[in-house]
């Protein structure tokens, strides 16, 4: 294996995992995981063990999982997923109240004038009321700007906004907070990392969204980055900084919901594309963690073993992507060695 990019503090328990590192700077580590690998693979569930304080359902918490009829809700994958937390000791994040995707056939057509408002509420309610107590934090809405979409306040053209407009996400906000109040209440967002002109517009909408929400007291309590990066993609630090500076200067907090590195743009070997991968983690996480508002980091998946980028992203030679932090051996990487040494530089959480 490669020299890892962390050298080990003398007396350091070469064992210490991410959570255990993170939690030595006020954060805490952790990851995503899916519904296969938390009933079949107990080797990956003890490496989640070793590395993670929290942990997020993939799939498990999504309208198509637990209502996959217009009357019939089903809990019985998320409760797989909180019993194994239970017996871990691990914190859960609850993934996500109103999405684009991941939402069962019938919703769609179901959302009329009239009926959507009471379908949104009812769900939010049945669910958040389900968990209660339980979870650390819910990602109320997810993925909610688009300014490509030319829609009010740059909001997406998602099933949600054609059937309520804009309020669903008041609406959203508000029935988790009265269901729920002691889950941190998140709005989630992909694509602000680069600078890129059409992120930037995102970057920009997101702060307006952002400004607005504050001021109209809708109870939202943190920004969820997403994080889907692209090892390919030049990064500027100073653009990042300034981003998240801009969130925390309207007292929102931040986490870093759902970090990966996709590398299908880059040449096959596995030893550069491990380095280049490392690097580019590192390079985005150092600002990002710099600002004190960060709570904390998890990772979508923790192992190479499992990545939603092989379907989502293919590289044309067909090989994985080496896109999380241990590899399909369940070893560690590059990238876990960059995760380590940028949660060991984060300033220290008061
Ligand atoms: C993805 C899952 O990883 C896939 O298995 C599923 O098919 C689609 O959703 N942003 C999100 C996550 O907020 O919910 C997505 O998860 C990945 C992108």
């Known amino acids: 294996m490669a020299a890892p990019l962390v050298a080990m503090a003398a007396g350091e328990a070469p064992g210490l995992g991410l959570n255990q590192r993170a939690r030595r700077r006020g954060l805490f580590f952790g990851a995503a995981v899916n ?7 107990k080797p990956y569930l003890d490496k989640i063990d070793a590395d993670c304080g929290i942990v997020v359902g993939e799939a498990q918490f999504k309208w198509a999982d637990v209502h996959p009829e217009p009357d019939k809700f089903d809990f019985a994958r998320a409760e797989a997923l909180m019993t194994f937390a239970k017996a871990r000791k691990l914190r859960v994040r609850g993934h996500t109240l109103a999405w684009h995707e991941g939402n069962p056939d019938w919703l769609e057509p179901a959302l009329k004038p009239g009926t959507a408002e009471g379908i949104l509420r009812t769900h939010i309610q049945t669910v958040t009321k389900h968990f209660a107590g339980r979870l650390a934090h819910w990602d109320v809405v997810n993925e909610v700007v688009q300014p490509d979409d030319k829609q009010v306040h740059d909001l997406r053209a998602s099933l949600w906004l054609r059937a309520l407009g804009p309020a669903y996400i008041d609406i959203a906000f508000q029935e988790a907070a009265a269901c729920d109040p002691g889950a941190l209440r998140v709005i989630n967002e992909f694509g602000t990392d680069y600078p890129l002109a059409w992120q930037e517009r995102k970057r920009v909408a997101f702060l307006g969204l952002l400004a607005d929400l504050r001021a109209r007291k809708v109870p939202v309590q943190a920004v969820g980055l997403q994080a889907h990066l692209d090892a390919a993609e030049p990064i500027d630090q100073k653009v990042l900084s300034r981003f998240v500076t801009d969130i925390a200067s309207m007292g ?12 299908q743009r880059l040449p096959g070997d596995i030893d550069s594309r491990d380095t280049a991968v490392a690097a580019h983690a590192k390079a985005w996480l150092d600002p990002v963690l710099a600002c004190p508002a960060v709570l904390g980091v998890l990772t979508w998946g923790l192992s190479d073993r499992h990545s939603w980028l092989n379907e989502k992203f293919p590289r044309d030679d067909k090989l994985d992507h080496r896109a999380l932090p241990l590899d ?14 940028a949660l060991d530089a984060a300033p220290m959480r008061s």
């Open 328 to 341: 399909a051996a369940l070893d560690r990487k590059k990238l876990w060695y960059a995760i380590a040494a």
């Open 252 to 263: 929102y907090r931040i986490i870093v919901t759902e970090l990966d590195v996709r590398d």
């Open 35 to 41: 519904d296969d690998t938390v009933t079949k693979d």
